[in-house]
């Protein structure tokens, strides 16, 4: 007996929703961006993380108006809350590129 | 082709902001003056390099596919997805079908 969810999932069509996962290169460029910035300015602390917010809001914000355009629910199973959220690893990828330039730039002599 | 540009400068334009920085500090550290905050052009040319690195990331995604059934079977035939075998048949009637009228076999 199929429960709602089964009967959800088969209105999905997989192969395209795997081909969408390209959305996660670009939050990794994004985040690779931000960190890279939140290091040359030599931010530190909660202003870091201060910027790592606001990249989280900008790069949704650009993925919903040039990606989905506007209907992220067309394109993503998880809609609005898959687009906005950053990824597990992407945190650590920012903290990666923001201590990496922080540290070639304000801390090596 | 608009996304690969706006991806290599926002690159250089990070690299350049990067290099700007530590010649700064390193002018301040040789004057010996105390660290103030960075000057104002390498803030805002960071900035610019992370907005045109967000929006070339961005543009440079392949387009979006629908993820519904539905806007697959726009692209295909219902025959081309079920073929329904069990009621195929191999008799034609094209014989007749195509037959010129004034046969006069019939």
Known sequence: MATTTDNAAQLIFAPNVLHNQALTSVKFLSFCFAGAVAGILGLENWLGFALFIASIVSTSFIIYAINCRGKPAKYLPGGLGELVNPGQDNIFTFILVWTLFYGIIHVYD | ?106
């Open chain 2, 1 to 106: 082709m608009i996304e690969k540009l706006f991806l290599t400068l926002a690159t250089l334009a990070l690299l350049h902001a990067a290099y700007s920085t530590y010649e700064h500090l390193s002018l301040l550290k040789a004057l010996g003056k105390p660290e103030g905050s960075l000057p104002l052009d390498i803030v805002y040319e960071s900035i610019l390099a992370l907005i045109l690195g967000l929006l070339g990331a961005s543009l440079n995604a392949p387009p979006l596919k629908d993820i519904t059934w539905a806007s697959e079977m726009k692209k295909r035939t219902i025959d081309g997805m079920d073929s329904r075998l069990g009621f195929a048949h191999y008799k034609s009637r094209g014989k007749f079908l195509f037959a010129s009228p004034h046969d006069g076999k019939i």
